[in-house]
């Protein structure tokens, strides 16, 4: 089983950036899809971008153009780069992995890091 790990949370003002980085465990990182899921309070966990083992990427289209996922197979490492944060994009970010298909499909993740929160201010 996949464990994952995620750093780089924190907090910044509007228009601001972070990068979130997850580091997994798998010896087949490189097989899995890979994607960021977020949580609000009071509101449901939603995906947000994910990655394809071969780099193909799937995004919402609220963060288009703001937030870029990438990967690095050789380091097992996933990263999420936000630019042009937004308040509303407060809330715990979470990692997750799943199948080597279907990467586009949220509800085909089934491994899950512990989080790590960022903070938008107005």
């Known amino acids: 089983q996949v464990q994952l790990t995620e750093s780089g949370g924190g907090s910044v003002q509007a228009g601001g950036s972070l990068r979130l980085s997850c580091t997994a465990s798998?010896?087949?990182?490189?097989?899995?899809?890979m994607a960021w899921f977020r949580q609000a309070p009071g509101k449901e966990r939603e995906g947000v971008v994910g990655i394809s083992p071969d780099g193909g990427i799937y995004a919402v289209d609220s963060v288009q153009g703001r937030f870029t996922m990438s990967r690095d197979n050789a380091k097992n490492i996933a990263y999420l780069q936000m630019n042009s944060l937004k308040p509303e994009d407060t809330a715990m970010y979470y990692c997750?992995?799943?199948?080597?298909?279907?990467?586009?499909?949220?509800?085909?993740?089934?491994?899950w890091g512990q989080g790590t929160q960022v903070t938008v201010s107005s």
């Open positions: 798998a010896y087949d990182f490189r097989q899995k899809c």
């Open positions: 997750a992995a799943g199948p080597s298909t279907g990467c586009g499909w949220w509800l085909r993740y089934n491994t």
